[in-house]
């Protein structure tokens, strides 16, 4: 491990040639998701298995059958749950973790007994405005526009590790070239959005969640899969024109992403219950047009490359929020305003 006060990145960012309009050569920030939560914080509350410590009610409580509070800390403003572990935000920018540490997932030492089961501080350097979580590891966005991931990544044959060179017990910076503006976990993915309203994803790519990694090579024993999935790499759109995002989001094994100019959803990923919203149930490993079924599209069929979701539903409506869960999306959407005729 490095010496203390020496800073840890991930492997260096995988090179994709990607052509930016000549209106965006510009550095300035060109996306900025609203991020803000509740605007004034509040305690955390805990129901459930509490068998690895996930309630953060201490080592003695297996089980809370009704909502208990966490004490000792009535300044929270985010939360993220992860399979055995969640992560709090609080309203200063700080980063608290409990639960199951097995895979590095709560980004601190929990040597000592019992220290997993009660939220404690994960230490990062500089002020946190987003959490999220999957099965086995946390990311956390800084004001910067750093971000920070720990844990590890699984897939069907077990443990990946969060970078290629494995599980990361501590917070590691995973791209450190970037400035981005917002992340999303799935299961076993993250999803990162630039300021320049590119997506960036890495992790596991077994049901086309990654938007950029081809079916023949998502197996983790052909040559350089581990480097090539767990290195952030750049989603591609295979569309005639560049599309700049404003938005992202991510369910269990799947992805979705706003286009900034239409409002046009675009889904990868999982689509065995329609979560996507396109036709066909079969895994989607590109890009494509959601239709609003998860991927919403119409189809069962897995999506390995983003689609644009489409639907009657949607049309004259904005999408302001996305949500994924295992076998479903909900999408929160808002009218257009209405275009009233008027005289004088």
């Known amino acids: 491990p490095p010496r203390r006060g020496t800073k840890r990145t991930a492997t260096p960012v995988q090179e994709e040639e990607v052509h930016e ?5 510009k550095k300035e920030k060109i996306v900025e998701p609203d991020l803000r939560g509740i605007m004034t914080p509040g ?5 459930g298995q509490g068998d690895v410590g996930q309630l953060g009610l201490g080592e003695d409580v297996m089980e809370k059958t009704r909502p208990a509070v966490i004490p000792g800390h009535n300044d929270i403003v985010a939360i993220a749950a992860g399979g055995m572990h969640n992560v709090c935000l609080t309203m200063s920018g700080k980063v608290l973790t409990f639960g199951c540490n097995d895979e590095g997932a709560l980004g601190r030492d929990t040597s000592v007994e019992g220290s997993e089961t009660t939220p404690r501080l994960v230490e990062l350097d500089g002020t946190v405005v987003q959490v999220t979580a999957g099965d086995s590891h946390s990311a956390a966005l800084l004001d910067d526009g750093r971000v920070f991931a720990w844990g590890s990544f699984r897939d069907s044959h077990g443990g ?9 017990s501590l917070p590691i910076e995973v791209l450190p070239t970037v400035k981005i503006v917002k992340i999303a976990s799935g299961a076993d993915h993250l999803v990162m959005l630039t300021d320049r309203g590119r997506v960036y994803t890495c992790g596991c790519a077994e049901q086309g ?3 950029r990694i081809p079916p023949r ?6 040559r350089n899969a581990l480097l090539h999935v767990l290195t952030p790499g750049l989603v591609g759109f295979k569309v005639s024109r560049n599309l700049v995002f404003d938005d992202i989001w991510a369910g269990q094994y799947c992805t979705l992403t706003r286009d900034r100019k239409t409002g046009d959803i675009w889904a990868f990923g999982l689509n065995n219950y329609h979560q996507i919203g396109l036709k066909d ?6 890009p494509n047009l959601s239709k609003t079924n998860q991927l919403g599209t119409g189809n069962e069929d897995d999506v390995d490359t983003p689609v644009l979701i489409k639907s009657k539903q949607l049309e004259g409506k904005n999408v302001v929020r996305v949500s994924g869960g295992g076998q479903h999306t909900i999408i929160l959407a808002q009218s257009h305003p209405s275009k009233e005729k008027t005289t004088g």
């Open 217 to 222: 090579s998502v197996d983790r024993h052909s």
């Open 160 to 168: 990946m590790g969060l970078t290629p060179r494995g599980k990361e």
């Open 281 to 286: 149930t079969v895994p989607y490993f590109q």
């Open 209 to 211: 969640q990654l938007g």
């Open 21 to 25: 309009p000549k209106q965006m050569k």
């Open 43 to 47: 305690v955390a509350l805990t129901f």
